[in-house]
């Protein structure tokens, strides 16, 4: 991932908890520098107290929107034309844009945003649709998971994965680690991250070796490339 990359960050404050801030913010250096930094909410709104500190340690823009009507969501409304406004006058310069939100109302904005060629980095609890979650180029589930604890345990993880690696296997039964990652982003709308403190679906495999045979192919004298098949029963 290039660190160059220019990334515009747009926070539904009313819909996702301070608390995940420093995730959010790490996670984002791995794909670039956020050059846009703006949280929305009605911040007339004790419910919103919490996110005040937030603003100053991570050097976010408040945009203030108070509610018109009580069947409306001005908020969104605001950040959709905000969004849009980016779009139109920065489409050339902006290489991501971050959507922090579990509202799936805006799964409309991300198949726009992406149409014109700019990934989206979708960031939610583990409420989120997965009509949103599948919309974004990648989402990453915000706070505790059903499936951080003991990953032998999870075989719901351990079906997808057999799943993910069925489709994308050789004839040698080996298939590329980076394909089957695609393969769960497009198909499950499922991340590495989002199963506790693992990095990669290298990292997961190692970790599920009883299920799964890992190996570095050998490229140019350099074992770089990694594949994975499913081991044999017996």
């Known amino acids: 991932m290039k660190k160059n990359n220019k990334i515009a960050l747009f926070i539904d404050c ?68 905000d969004i849009m406004k980016v779009m139109c006058q920065s489409i050339n310069s902006i290489d991501f844009v971050a959507l922090v939100t579990s509202d799936s109302d805006f ?27 599948k919309a974004c180029s990648e989402f990453i589930e915000l706070g505790e998971t059903s499936i951080d604890s ?12 057999i799943n993910a690696i ?7 039964e080996y298939a590329l680690i980076a394909e089957v990652g695609t393969y769960l982003k497009n198909q499950n709308a499922v991340n590495a991250k989002n199963f506790g403190n693992y990095k990669s679906w290298g990292e997961i495999f190692k970790e599920l070796e009883q299920y799964f045979d890992m190996k570095l192919l050998e490229r140019n004298g350099h074992r770089s490339t990694a594949v994975v098949k499913i081991k044999s029963k017996g």
């Not at 984002?28 to 709104?45: F, M, Q, S, T």
């Not at 003991?150 to 994965?161: A, S």
């Not at 069925?166 to 004839?171: P, Q, S, V």
């Open 14 to 81: 009313e819909n996702v908890s301070h608390n995940y801030m420093q995730n959010i913010i790490e996670e984002l250096a791995a794909y670039g520098e956020v050059h846009i930094r703006k949280a929305y909410g009605d911040w007339k709104n004790p419910s919103l107290n919490g996110w005040n500190e937030k603003l100053f340690d991570y050097s976010l823009e408040p945009i203030h929107q108070p509610p018109y009507s009580t069947t409306k969501n001005a908020t969104d409304i605001k950040m959709t034309v």
């Open 107 to 133: 799964t409309p904005l991300v198949t726009e945003i992406k149409s014109q060629g700019v990934q989206v980095l979708g960031f939610g609890e583990n409420k989120t649709s997965n009509v949103l979650q």
């Open 150 to 161: 003991n990953l032998l345990q999870n075989k719901k993880l351990i079906n997808i994965l």
């Open 166 to 172: 069925r489709h994308k296997k050789g004839d040698d």
